[in-house]
């Protein structure tokens, strides 16, 4: 079993910046591939970011790249997500998940095993 625990969530004004953090404990794997989705009221729950295990490749949303950033540290078995030049509809409960392998067709909620319990983030205007 892994456990995932997203932090960092809150409110920012548009055009701000916020970092999440999802701590990892429990059973976890060389080769695992981390992600970060989120879901708005009343919306699926969407594909932002995910990375590799080493970090050397990433992949992004279409909504979201060249803002966000996504990161991991595997020694302290966190990833981040670094979000810049945030908009309102940014607003949405964020998750963390993982899955062994990463691939650029990952990108859906079914494709991955273990998530987290969500961090609200909301952008005012």
């Known amino acids: 079993q892994v456990q995932l625990v997203e932090s960092g969530g809150g409110v920012v004004q548009a055009g701000g910046s916020l970092g999440l953090t999802c701590a990892a404990s429990?059973?976890?794997?060389?080769?695992?591939?981390m992600a970060w989705f989120r879901q708005a009221p009343g919306k699926e729950r969407e594909f932002v970011a995910s990375?590799?295990?080493?970090?050397?490749?990433?992949a992004y949303a279409g909504s979201v790249k060249g803002r966000f950033t996504i990161a991991r540290d595997n020694a302290k078995k966190t990833v981040y997500l670094q979000m810049n030049s945030l908009k309102p509809e940014d607003t949405a409960v964020y998750y963390c998940?993982?899955?062994?392998?990463?691939?650029?067709?990952?990108?859906?909620?079914?494709?991955?095993?273990?998530w987290g319990q969500g961090t609200q983030v909301t952008v005012s205007s």
């Open positions: 998940a993982t899955r062994a392998g990463w691939g650029t067709s990952f990108i859906r909620p079914y494709d991955y095993d273990y």
């Open positions: 429990g059973r976890t794997f060389r080769g695992d591939a």
């Open positions: 990375i590799t295990w080493s970090g050397s490749d990433t």
